[in-house]
């Protein structure tokens, strides 16, 4: 595995192989120390940015006495490459990936686009529970944690980073959960809208065929890393993090900003259809 730049795969594999390391109750220090590894080489790996060998990858694994289920899905990530990463859920739940709640940790500034429901990270509880409900890829036994996971999420939405949401209208136009617990959402994004931190700007109904047509996703940017488009599908996700791909997705929320309308006037609209529920 060369040397590159971090990535989104890479990171993953980092995260992975620093919970091994973890596990040992060693320091980076002292486990680089007895694999003959300068700590800086185990630093990059950690990192996601490569520069060790698949041998040298197993070799590491087998000292930290990582199970054989882990230890094959680390390996499956290090060798994984191209311009894209997709996962497949065990459980098919895409939003419960420990990669995209990795990266919305990491992330400093969230942009994301909605076109039928409500943005998970501004869902109520009672919605949660309404839309995993209609999931067909959630068992019953899964119910409750898989409710409990997408809730947690919501967790991120502190001052300590920026978000910006883009929901078309349709979505606050449809019932979930019942009348109360439409209500209370249309309420939740109201209180949630005067945060500094937080910007939830509507694309009216008014508009018609717009950039965002082509689907929901989300556009994750961090420090230290390049940007990371997230988009998931029924039984999928997949993380875009080459340039061009990360370019194209800016565009289309460069083009909703500009027909979208500004924060009072959506906090108008949102207000204007929950007054109607009263």
């Known amino acids: 595995m060369p040397k590159r730049s971090s990535s989104v795969v890479g990171r993953e594999f980092g995260n992975g192989v620093r919970a ?15 694999l003959g590894w300068q ?5 990059d790996m950690l990192a996601g940015k490569g520069g060790v060998t698949e041998l040298e990858v197993a070799t590491l694994l087998a000292y930290c006495r990582t199970p054989l289920v882990e230890r094959e899905r680390l390996l499956a990530l290090y060798r994984e490459v191209g311009r894209f990463f997709v996962q497949f859920p065990e459980d098919g739940v895409p939003d419960q990936v420990r990669t995209l709640i990795n990266q919305e940790k990491e992330a400093t500034e969230i942009t994301g686009w909605s076109m039928i429901l409500v943005p998970g990270l501004l869902q109520i509880y009672e919605y949660i529970e309404a839309v995993t409900a209609k999931a067909r890829t959630v068992s019953t036994e899964n119910f409750a944690a898989t409710v409990a996971a997408r809730a947690a999420r919501t967790e991120i939405l502190d001052y300590s980073r920026t978000f910006t949401f883009y ?10 959960g019942g009348e109360e617990v439409w209500r209370e959402q249309l309420a939740h994004l109201l209180r949630l809208s005067v945060r500094k931190y937080i910007s939830i700007r509507i694309v009216p109904r008014s508009v018609g065929v717009h950039a965002g047509v082509s689907g929901d996703f989300r556009l994750m940017k961090f420090p230290k890393y390049p940007p990371v488009v997230y988009i998931e599908s029924v039984k999928c996700c997949l993380f875009f993090d080459d340039k061009d791909t990360v370019e194209t997705y800016e565009n289309i ?11 009072e006037e959506s906090r108008a609209v949102i207000n204007s259809i929950l007054e109607g529920l009263q």
């Open 20 to 34: 091994a390391i973890e596990n040992t109750g060693l320091t980076q220090r002292q486990l680089a120390e007895l």
């Open 39 to 43: 700590e800086a080489k185990l630093s």
């Open 167 to 176: 929901v078309h209208e349709q979505a606050l136009w449809l019932p979930v």
């Open 253 to 263: 929320l460069k083009d909703l900003a500009a027909v979208a309308l500004d924060e």
